[in-house]
């Protein structure tokens, strides 16, 4: 069983502050790795994505892969609270057709003021 | 333009009735995808179709029959609705190669009582 954790929350920073957000898989033939961010009663929308070690940065996230220890990361930087939301990770083993993403189940953030 | 639009957004039913889903997508993306979200905001695949071919039937009960009549529409019916199948169902679509994320639907609430 293909599987993805991530650390359990939820996970409260202040406004301003780094959010760290982890996440590990256990396919090691894992390609590609993405995270979600999804607000309440709303559906999952894509914000970060990263396919080779180290660091991706866009904005004030940063999304950080390690194949070796098959982990990924996101970070926010300057937290907001409308960064106040669940994060979700996910990862893709197969390839074309057969793709399938496999989500962890989210960690929930709060961004106070 | 919705890029992939489902409905209903909510449908609340009865125990032993049979309802349908539909999702529909103008991205010109080749498979398409249902999620199941349950109260635990756990996302997990119930199937996908690439090009109006089933490629992953993740065991869902056989209650559970999905359709494409195109690559643009992916339909899901459920029969004898049980009180376990409440949950937020999403569609979602991508463009099959590995290194995309997947673009969603904004969900569909069943609720059955």
């Known amino acids: 069983q293909k599987e993805v954790e991530q650390n359990s929350g939820p996970l409260s920073v202040p406004e301003g502050a780094i959010a760290s957000l982890n996440c590990t898989y256990s396919?090691?033939?894992?390609?590609?790795f993405f995270w979600y961010r999804q607000y309440s009663g709303k559906s999952p929308e894509l914000i970060m994505s990263?396919?080779?070690?180290g660091d991706k940065e866009d904005g004030r996230f940063t999304a950080q892969l390690n194949k070796a220890s098959q982990y990924v990361s996101l970070l926010i930087r300057d937290s907001q609270p409308s960064d106040s939301a669940t994060y979700l990770c996910?990862?893709?083993?197969?390839?074309?057709?057969?793709?399938?993403?496999?989500f962890g189940k989210g960690i929930t953030l709060s961004v106070r003021p | 333009d919705t890029a992939v639009s489902q409905t209903p957004k909510y449908l609340v039913t009865q125990m032993g009735n049979d309802k349908s889903i539909k999702c529909e997508q103008n991205?010109?993306?080749?498979?398409m995808y249902w999620y199941k979200q349950d109260s635990k905001k756990f996302l997990k695949i119930m199937f996908s179709?690439?090009?109006?071919?089933?490629?992953i039937n993740e065991t869902v009960p056989n209650r559970f029959s999905p359709k494409s009549p195109d690559k643009a529409h992916l339909n899901l019916h459920i029969n004898s609705l049980e009180l376990g199948d409440s949950a937020v169902y999403f569609c979602?679509?991508?463009?099959?190669?590995?290194?995309?994320?997947?673009?969603f639907g904004s969900g569909t609430r069943l609720t059955v009582v």
């Open positions: 991205l010109g993306h080749d498979t």
């Open positions: 979602a679509s991508s463009p099959g190669e590995n290194h995309h994320g997947y673009t």
């Open positions: 179709y690439n090009n109006k071919e089933l490629i």
């Open positions: 990263i396919y080779s070690n």
């Open positions: 396919d090691r033939g894992s390609q590609s």
């Open positions: 996910a990862v893709n083993a197969a390839t074309g057709a057969n793709s399938k993403l496999t």
